[in-house]
């Protein structure tokens, strides 16, 4: 198995709702990422996993709150989004967070819009 | 703050053709290059990566790399039109140990 599951595809939310983006990987890799990706523009980190401890948070508002509940699994809990945090949302998983890198395996994004 | 740097298009070459898309990069300590397809819509899509200075070929794909320069490059032969599609360059940071994008280079390849 080679691939990075993400569910859902798309989701459209409420500013009062609380929703949950899932990320599933069965390689065996000890880092997984979380990104967002606004139209035309790269992808931008959030969240960093490696060994299922929260190693990097790059100054995300709380109303994101990342979850590693074992070393295949990754939640995005969202909490009271505004309009702007409307994005794809990509997971992506690598063998090792640091050493030898072969690159990031990506999921097909969960496609978010706030309203 | 590293920096990682794309021309961002649209390039527009004609079927058949090379395409060669450019990246250049602030940190001399980065140790690791990615290139990513990203279809409208779609996640992005490892397509080569390279470690050592010079070249390296993988079916149409040709990834170069020029560490003095800090400078690496896609060369894509024979473009298709399904080739058509932003080319995102990641640079591999060690000591922050977390991959950087650049803008991406969009990708136009006309039948």
């Known amino acids: 198995d080679t691939e990075v599951t993400q569910t859902p595809k798309h989701l459209v939310m409420g500013m009062t709702n609380k929703k949950s983006l899932k990320c599933e990987q069965h390689?065996?890799?000890?880092?997984m990422y979380w990104y967002k990706q606004k139209a035309k523009k790269p992808p931008e980190l959030m969240f960093v996993?490696?060994?299922?401890?929260?190693?990097i948070n790059e100054s995300v508002p709380s109303r994101f709150s990342p979850e590693c509940p074992n070393s295949s699994l990754l939640n995005l809990h969202l909490h009271a989004l505004q309009p702007e945090d409307s994005a794809l949302y990509l997971c992506?998983?690598?063998?090792?967070?640091?050493?030898?890198?072969?690159?990031?395996?990506f999921g097909s994004g969960t496609r978010l819009t706030v309203v | 703050q590293k920096e990682v740097e794309q021309n961002s298009g649209p390039l527009s070459v004609p079927e058949g053709a090379i395409a060669s898309l450019n990246c250049t990069y602030s940190?001399?300590?980065?140790?690791?290059f990615f290139w990513y397809r990203q279809y409208s819509g779609k996640s992005p899509e490892l397509i080569m990566f390279?470690?050592?200075?010079g070249d390296k070929e993988d079916g149409r794909f040709t990834a170069q790399l020029n560490k003095a320069s800090q400078y690496v490059s896609l060369l894509i032969r024979d473009s298709q039109p399904s080739d058509s599609a932003t080319y995102l360059c990641?640079?591999?940071?060690?000591?922050?140990?977390?991959?950087?994008f650049g803008k991406g280079t969009m990708l136009l390849v006309s039948p």
């Open positions: 992506a998983s690598s063998q090792d967070q640091g050493g030898p890198n072969y690159g990031y395996t």
């Open positions: 390689m065996g890799h000890r880092a």
């Open positions: 996993y490696s060994y299922e401890k929260l190693s």
């Open positions: 940190d001399r300590g980065s140790q690791s």
């Open positions: 390279i470690y050592s200075n």
């Open positions: 990641a640079v591999f940071n060690s000591g922050y140990s977390t991959l950087t």
